[in-house]
């Protein structure tokens, strides 16, 4: 998998950051994303999965389970991946081992893969929020990095600010979906001015997606029109 040819990385980075496989770090002769090795390991969400999550399986109705019960507050939401071996591998290394300057290439690599569903998204980007003390830890937010580089590859915009995590949440591993939900419970706060808007959420990995629904509920309660939700990768997140 190449990138696109018109894309060219700022030769500052190019300097600091030869380029390398996302997942494994291998320095690579092309302008790749991925190794060979890893390029040949990537699981992508199938074809066959809920209209509304993208959960992946075959749903009589079109939507999972989950979504029949409890209808989303997002019109549609999707990954191009499945989070699985490289990709999970790349998300973890620009998430928590302190590279983000992953957030240019997994920025370019999610506008190419997932070009089909943005040609119809929303043009404003929101990033899914850190909370304050996170941010203060981990010195940035990846996933505003993220927002920031699929805005500069697909001509849209990705302001700061809109969506705040106003309340400190545990990480979601590990947690069952009920407490899932209770850990993000009314954890977000949106700004007034995204009232009448259309909105992208973006995030790096969706599982079941209670942060997300938690996320779109501040934003639609503050106003927005309509908002949908884009992420790298997509857990699956159901047993049966």
């Known amino acids: ?18 380029p390398a496989c996302l997942a494994c770090a291998k320095v690579i002769s092309a302008r790749a994303f991925f190794c060979e090795t890893c390029d040949t390991a990537l699981e992508r969400v199938p074809p066959a999965c809920c209209r509304a999550c993208a959960e992946p399986g075959t749903f009589p109705s079109g939507q999972c389970p989950r979504c029949r019960v409890s209808p989303p507050p997002f019109a549609r939401a999707w ?8 990709v999970a591998r790349a998300i973890h290394r620009f998430k928590y081992e302190d590279h983000p300057e992953l957030a240019h290439p997994l920025g370019e690599l999610l506008a190419h893969e997932a070009s089909a569903f943005l040609r119809r998204a929303p043009p404003v980007l929101v990033a899914l929020p850190l909370h304050a003390r996170r941010f203060r830890e981990r010195q940035y937010d990846q996933t ?15 302001p700061v600010g809109l969506l705040s995590r106003t309340r400190e949440t545990q990480r979601q591993v590990g947690l069952s979906e009920a407490e899932r939900a209770q850990n993000v419970a009314e954890a977000f706060t949106a ?33 927005a029109a309509h ?8 857990a699956y997140s159901l047993t049966s």
């Open 191 to 223: 700004t007034p001015s995204v009232k009448g808007q259309s909105l992208l959420l973006i995030d790096d990995v969706f599982t079941t997606g209670a942060t997300a629904r938690a996320a779109v509920q501040a934003l639609r309660e503050a106003g």
């Open 1 to 18: 998998m190449h990138l696109p040819k018109s894309s060219v990385l700022p030769g500052l980075l190019e300097l600091l950051y030869p």
């Open 227 to 234: 908002v949908e939700v884009l992420a790298v990768a997509r």
């Open 79 to 86: 990954a191009p991946f499945a989070h699985e071996g490289p």
């Open 144 to 158: 505003q990095l993220l927002a920031g580089a699929l805005a500069s590859a697909t001509g849209r915009r990705a």
